[in-house]
């Protein structure tokens, strides 16, 4: 139920749709495959230390045991020695949660410095 001179189109953009359609297919197949016979990925493939990274693959139920405590900023992935979460008790109490860029801060808030 549409004018004659658009069947040209209609017949294109519905092989483009089938297509489309196909592309889905072999996507589909494609994660089922790697779903059942890839390999597991590892706990931190890129060695990064924010706190998204420190729960293991599959994460457990809560994710975290005991909440970590957040000591550095997001952008200190290239400073020799920083420290983005600290999960221990032991961790905490020892001091490491000084890094790079906040050794000289003591203990202001930005709002301070």
């Not at 040209?8 to 889905?24: H, K, P, R, V």
């Not at 072999?26 to 779903?35: A, E, Q, T």
């Not at 890839?38 to 975290?64: C, D, H, Q, T, Y």
Request: charge should be positive.
């Amino acid at each position: 139920d549409y004018a004659s001179q658009y069947g040209d189109w209609n017949l294109l953009i519905s092989c483009f749709g089938f297509l489309l359609g196909a592309a889905q297919l072999i996507f589909l197949y494609n994660m089922v495959m790697s779903w059942r016979f890839g390999p597991r990925a590892e706990a931190n493939p890129w060695r990064a230390k924010s706190i998204e990274w420190l729960v293991s693959s599959p994460p457990p139920r809560f994710n975290f045991d005991r909440i970590p405590r957040v000591v550095g900023g997001p952008y200190e992935y290239g400073v020799p020695g920083a420290v983005h979460a600290l999960m221990g008790a032991e961790e905490i109490r020892t001091g490491k949660a000084k890094t790079a860029a906040t050794a000289g801060a003591g203990d202001r808030s930005p709002a301070q410095a």
